[in-house]
């Protein structure tokens, strides 16, 4: 079965903290799996040995014979095996033992328990690609781009992919605690996350009427065995209720199946360019096409954000170079390979990349990303570092750090202007904090301290999660209405 992706490195932290929604190895990612007689012809291939196999197998045993002490013989081979991988530079090719692939496989059976977020290595750091909406990760304030740094106290250098999942997931209710390093923010920030279930439900509708007219809204979470049957349904029933245009938002959707893309695609995107190009290693292209004869009859624009990888960046490029549509936001992740999943027979597995996926132009956007047709970035205040103060710990009038800016951003998020975001306390952001205080009730102090920055941080998640602050949805609408002129 091919399954497109969120990366395959990734989908190791998606399910293993999201626990797939569709019970699969690959939710998030573009896996194809290997028949077990192609694997064996893979592993007989594998057993010819020359000499630098040899040199490996000559290595192994020196160590298993003279090092000091004991180690596992299976360790050593794991070891080379990763080292293997490195090698590549390659963060969405990954290797699991026998044991890890079990464990992983066995939490992927019994639960949908997590916090949320899919991850990758970048260089040697693991990073967010993007929390999931509605998820513990995306409410405690994870961004994209977010550099793990420690987890439970514990710094994460020198831990591969598989052991950072391993140190994260965790049963509904226990929380973890992650410090993130992220661009721009001098001091690392810590979040304490709890564990819980994460919303398996991936598309969400309504109609808007800002400007008088019904326009339809499908937001897409991810991409899993389901998604094109909600979004088939939820479409239908925005045409029923006499839609003028439709708008979808793939905003901080990590990737999915490519079965669902191609049946989404199918709706909206017609046949006269391929909805995405499959490239091997020698060039050949595989190409995948929709069966629409012609464009809907309404306009229709999508929305991408730093959070939209793969699957997202498949449909994305499909509605603008296959169908025309606008795209609204900033520039998406930028993941365009393909990874193959291949079980060994020890039930070790192994993810290689083994080729490009292309837009309909043929454009591979691989570490590029997908430009939007019309940039629009959000409020300071949607990207905003969390306030983490100590016990006793406050902010007052005439201090300067990137706390103080965070908080100014924050303020003007929650209706109260300081007049600047510097981070400088000055005299007019020690009236906007006391003017705040007052509003939620809070003792009037005109300082940050714990208090107030708990506040504050509430205040901006509703600001936020209020769609008239959404000025790239509210673009998209403006977009809808000037076609509909």
Same mark, same amino acid.
């Given at each position: 079965m091919r399954k497109f992706s969120g990366k395959v490195v990734a989908l190791?932290?998606?399910? %293993?903290? *999201?626990?797939?929604a569709a019970g699969s190895y690959a939710i998030f990612s573009f896996v194809q799996s290997r028949s077990a007689a192609q694997t064996s012809a893979v592993e007989a291939s594998s057993a010819v040995a020359d000499s630098e196999s040899s040199k490996v197998k000559l290595i192994h045993d020196l160590i298993e014979k003279d090092y000091f002490k004991k180690v596992p013989s299976g360790k050593l081979y794991d070891g080379a095996i990763n080292g293997m991988?490195?090698? /590549?530079?390659?963060?969405?090719?990954?290797?699991?033992?026998?044991?890890?692939?079990?464990?992983?496989?066995?939490?992927?059976?019994?639960?949908?328990?997590?916090?949320?977020? =899919? $991850?990758?290595?970048?260089?040697?750091?693991v990073s967010i690609v993007s929390p999931i909406k509605g998820s513990p990760a995306e409410k405690a304030g994870l961004k994209p781009d977010d550099q793990i740094v420690s987890i439970n106290g514990k710094s994460t250098e020198g831990l591969n992919i598989n052991q950072a999942v391993a140190k994260i997931r965790g049963k509904k209710g226990t929380t973890v605690r992650i410090g993130i390093r992220r661009p721009g923010v001098a001091s690392e920030l810590m979040f304490k996350?709890?564990?819980?279930?994460?919303?398996?439900?991936?598309?969400? %509708?309504?109609?808007?009427?800002?400007?008088?007219?019904?326009?339809?809204?499908?937001?897409?979470?991810?991409?899993? =065995?389901?998604?094109?049957?909600?979004?088939?349904?939820?479409?239908?029933s925005l045409e029923k209720q006499n839609m003028k245009g439709l708008i979808i938002d793939v905003r901080g959707n990590p990737g999915g199946?490519?079965?669902? $893309? =191609?049946? *989404?695609?199918?709706?909206?995107?017609?046949?006269?360019?391929?909805?995405?190009?499959?490239?091997?290693?020698? &060039?050949?292209?595989?190409?995948?096409?929709?069966?629409?004869?012609?464009?809907? %009859?309404?306009?229709?624009?999508?929305?991408?954000?730093?959070?939209? @990888? %793969? @699957?997202?960046?498949? /449909?994305?490029?499909?509605?603008?170079?296959?169908?025309?549509?606008?795209? *609204? &936001? $900033?520039?998406?992740?930028?993941?365009?390979? $393909?990874?193959?999943?291949?079980?060994?027979?020890?039930k070790s597995e192994l993810k290689l990349t083994t080729d490009k996926w292309l837009t309909p132009d043929g454009n591979w956007i691989h570490r590029k990303g997908i430009r939007p047709t019309i940039e629009v970035r959000q409020p300071a205040y949607f990207y905003v570092a969390p306030l983490t103060l100590k016990k006793g710990e406050t902010l007052k009038y005439d201090q300067t750090s990137p706390m103080i800016a965070a908080g100014q951003k924050m303020l003007i998020g929650s209706g109260f202007n300081p007049q600047r975001t510097d981070g400088y306390f000055s005299r007019g952001t020690e009236k906007a904090v006391a003017a705040f205080q007052k509003s939620v009730k809070i003792p009037v102090t005109g300082r940050i301290d714990q208090k107030t920055a708990s506040e504050l941080q509430a205040r901006t998640l509703e600001a936020i999660g209020n769609p008239k602050n959404d000025r790239q949805l509210n673009a998209a609408l403006q977009e809808i209405e000037k076609e509909l002129k």
């Open positions: 190791l932290m998606t399910l %293993s903290l *999201i626990v797939g991988i490195q090698a /590549l530079g390659d963060p969405f090719s990954s290797y699991m033992n026998a044991k890890m692939a079990s464990d992983f496989t066995q939490s992927l059976s019994s639960s949908f328990q997590g916090i949320g977020a =899919e $991850v990758q290595m970048v260089g040697n750091k996350i709890k564990r819980d279930d994460i919303p398996i439900r991936t598309v969400n %509708s309504r109609i808007i009427r800002k400007y008088g007219q019904p326009i339809g809204y499908l937001a897409i979470t991810q991409f899993n =065995e389901r998604t094109d049957q909600e979004f088939s349904s939820a479409l239908k199946y490519l079965q669902a $893309v =191609e049946k *989404i695609a199918n709706l909206l995107v017609p046949d006269k360019k391929p909805i995405v190009q499959i490239e091997d290693r020698q &060039g050949k292209r595989q190409p995948f096409y929709s069966t629409l004869d012609k464009k809907k %009859s309404y306009p229709v624009a999508a929305l991408i954000d730093g959070g939209s @990888a %793969s @699957a997202s960046e498949i /449909l994305a490029g499909a509605l603008h170079e296959g169908a025309g549509y606008p795209l *609204i &936001g $900033v520039k998406s992740f930028g993941k365009g390979t $393909v990874q193959q999943g291949i079980e060994l027979s020890d």
